[in-house]
Nanobody
């Protein structure tokens, strides 16, 4: 059973910064795609930021580009989402996700189905 443990959600003032963390096991973390996805009521879950943990590429949605940064700590099997200049439009449930198996293709929004392992989600509210 794959476990993805998220932390860091909360209420943040508009214009502020916040960081989310997601920790998993070594075999899930290594040489894999992991990412952060956001969902708001009535809308489909969307990819916000995705990283290939062996290096080489990251993906950001247009709505967060230049404001959010996805990073990783290989010693802790953890990915982070640093969120800056937050706006109320960033409010939502943030999910950490990973695909099964080694390797992954550079992310596009339609590839969300590649991700079959999901965390429980952490709420971020910006006001």
């Amino acid at each position: 059973h794959v476990q993805l443990v998220e932390s860091g959600g909360g209420s943040v003032p508009a214009g502020g910064s916040h960081r989310l963390s997601c920790t998993t096991s070594r075999d899930v973390f290594e040489a894999n795609c992991m990412g952060w996805f956001r969902q708001v009521p009535g809308k489909a879950r969307e990819g916000v930021a995705v990283i290939y943990t062996s290096g080489g590429w990251t993906y950001y949605s247009d709505s967060v580009k230049d404001r959010f940064t996805i990073s990783q700590d290989n010693d802790k099997n953890t990915i982070y989402l640093q969120m800056n200049t937050l706006s109320p439009d960033d409010t939502g449930m943030y999910y950490c996700a990973a695909k099964d198996g080694l390797g992954c293709r550079p992310f596009r929004p339609q590839y969300i189905s590649d991700f079959t392992n999901w965390g429980q989600g952490t709420q971020v509210t910006v006001s």
